[in-house]
């Protein structure tokens, strides 16, 4: 579970990113973080993969306070999460299976064990195939699907994806989406950033709105507006 209570972020230009804001995600939840741009998504998304501390309150995952973590203790946190970025921040000269098998290699792990795991996640985005290809290969859409790999292989409980169809077109958006929803059918929790309106409104998930830092709505199956 997540837990977020009072939590305030200022940045160092006195800028509020986020006032006053309290929420709770439960295991196994898909929850939409909707708002107009400048609102405080990608803010509340980086306190809890820990890339920013909050400037008051307490940010919670799985009962541990994670508001003052230490920063050797972030990568902890961090093989506990996937994250997907916007801009799906892969490595250009490595092919699509070393993208993904990039991080599980510093585990300690056999390599028929992260040919498996490779494998496996690549076949839930439906990449399987272009597994030998580079990133300049692939289309945006497919560039996504590996970021989205790379962030499952370990087998998180929690995914958290900020604004991952920001740099697609509908149909693509469409079908990042529909991978993500799958992911979270398997039982991992999913929270997404989005302003993309027909999305939020296709998949009928819980809500958050923020406008300004504050959260101004969280309903069950809503839509944006
Ligand atoms: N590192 C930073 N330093 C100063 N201000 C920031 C920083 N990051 C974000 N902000 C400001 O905080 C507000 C919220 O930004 P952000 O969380 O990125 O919103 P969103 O993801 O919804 O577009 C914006 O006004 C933005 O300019
Ligand atoms: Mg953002």
Do not use: W
């Not at 997540?2 to 972020?9: E, F, G, P, S």
């Not at 972030?74 to 991080?103: E, H, S, W």
């Not at 979270?184 to 300004?212: A, M, W």
């Amino acid at each position: 579970m997540i837990t977020l209570q009072n939590v305030t972020k200022r940045y160092k230009n006195n800028h509020y990113a986020l006032k006053n804001v309290s929420l709770e995600i439960h295991s196994g939840e898909f929850v939409f973080v909707v708002g107009a741009s400048g609102a405080g998504k990608s803010t509340l998304m980086k306190l809890l993969y820990s890339e920013e501390k909050p400037t008051t309150g307490i940010v919670s995952i799985g009962g541990i306070n994670i508001a003052n973590l230490k920063n050797n203790k972030i990568p902890n946190l961090r093989r506990c999460m996937g994250i997907v970025f916007q801009d799906y921040k892969l490595l250009q000269n490595q092919t699509v299976f070393d993208n993904v098998a990039y991080v599980i290699r510093t585990l300690g792990i056999s390599s028929k064990e992260i040919n498996a795991r490779v494998n496996g996640a690549l076949k839930i985005v439906g990449l399987h195939h272009k597994k030998n290809a580079t990133p300049a290969e692939l289309s945006g859409g497919e560039q996504q699907r590996v970021g989205i790999a790379r962030a499952i292989v370990n087998g998180p409980p929690l995914l958290i994806a900020d604004e991952p169809t920001g740099n697609l077109d509908p149909q693509n958006s469409m079908e990042i989406m529909q991978i993500l929803d799958q992911i979270n059918q398997r039982g991992i929790t999913v929270i997404v950033s989005t302003h993309d309106q027909n999305l939020v409104d296709y998949f009928r998930k819980r809500v958050i709105k923020l406008d300004n830092g504050e959260i101004v709505k969280d309903i069950q199956a809503g839509t944006y507006e």
